[in-house]
């Protein structure tokens, strides 16, 4: 064999083993991301009871009182590709129909959103219904969804709220997530809206999940986005049909025709504060802007309480009477 068919064979294999690497490390990528090491702090129920009771100790009497069958009911949905989700609802102190759907950000699950259904059930006396997205709590699934098909099924579950606690009258509804549930609502945000919802609060979600995934491999692992976002972001598309670009909160907000509340820590490194300016700045029409102090990821109402719940009651009042 000559010596130009020996080079050319060994940068083949050389190629072949790189791709072969990255495509391995991309399949580690995807599934430490979306299925998370197995979801374990997200499904363990017990664990976040004693996780809440624990960073709210205000909230904790309030938290017993309502874990009973007869107040923090179960409901189950089965969606169109036969998963089986669940969510738990809050009926109001009094008869209203102002309502609340709170989604919970990544790993987490109905349980870890409770301190904002107390927000609203409590202070606001709102009814509350509070899903797991797929992949956690009590819900099924194989992965999670980082926001974006779960707005297909918090979608579902807006009309379940109406349904169960408009009767024959139609709700007036605002949807609050924090986090991955942040993204999640600001993708609910850009699709037709149904009469009932009248606004949305968004607490620290992401421009995108590749803009996120990316931070986060410079963030923690120091490495540039290729190759190994583009290999995953690939078999993310093969392996479940949507992708990392694909999943665009920036892009539905900038669709958006409902009033928008954004809040943000102002030292979060985890989803990085500016990706609250831009989605800010893509939003058209009623919307409004709080910047936590001195607050990193999700930690806003921990930091604030009473400030936060100001801010709230004080835009979702204009909206919804």
Known sequence: MSRTKKSFYGIGAILVLLVSASFGAAFYLQYYALQARGNE???????SLRYMKETYPALAGWIDS?????ILRDTFITADDGTRLHACYLQAPSPTLRTAVVVHGYT??????????????HRLGYNVLLPDLRY???SGGTHLQMGWNDRLDVMRWMDVANSRFGGTAQTRMVVHGISMGGATTLCVSGEQQKPY??????????TSVWDEFESELQAQFGLPAFPLLYCSDLLTRWRYGWSFREASALRQVARSRLPILFIHGDSDTFVPTRMTDSLYAAKQGDKALWIAPSTTHA??????????????ESFVSKYIR
Do not use: Q, W
């Open 41 to 47: 702090r997200g499904k363990d129920i017990a664990g």
């Open 197 to 206: 919802v009248k606004c949305f609060v968004d607490d620290c979600g992401f």
């Open 299 to 312: 930690e806003a109402y921990r930091n604030y309480p009473d400030i936060y719940a100001e801010k709230i």
């Open 66 to 70: 309502i874990n009973t069958p007869d």
């Open 108 to 121: 987490d699950n109905v349980v870890r959103m409770l301190h904002i259904g107390h927000l609203y059930n």
């Open 136 to 138: 956690s709590g009590l």
